[in-house]
């Protein structure tokens, strides 16, 4: 199983990112889908979770910022990032059921 995790980068506060994940390797639509991140000298954290028929699961933190998405059709999975914050610093890592792909640096300048 493959997964690469793109659309990471540099952002003022306030602004959004659109991180995309295409897996290969395994039947995506049969699998949940998850986006974790780790942000410098933190624990890597849960931000959002889909599972194969669409419900969404978010960190507290995130709720009402961020959204999560699936296309099985082009087996990926998408994070919408808004009204980011300096806090949302972090390496972005997606999931796919226990395989997890290489990451996406986010940083938020205030």
């Known amino acids: 199983v493959q997964l690469q995790a793109s659309g990471g980068g540099l952002v003022q506060a306030g602004g959004s990112l659109r991180l995309s994940c295409a897996a290969s390797?395994?039947?995506?639509?049969?699998?949940?889908m998850g986006w974790y991140r780790q942000a410098p000298g933190k624990q890597r954290e849960l931000v959002a979770l889909i599972d194969i028929v669409g419900n969404t699961h978010y960190a507290d933190s995130v709720k009402g910022r961020f959204t999560v998405s699936r296309d099985n059709a082009k087996n990926s999975a998408y994070l919408q990032m808004n009204s980011l914050k300096p806090e949302d610093t972090a390496v972005y890592y997606c999931?796919?059921?226990?395989?997890w792909g290489q990451g996406t640096l986010v940083t938020v300048s205030s």
């Open positions: 999931t796919l059921d226990v395989y």
């Open positions: 390797g395994r039947r995506f639509s049969n699998n949940a």
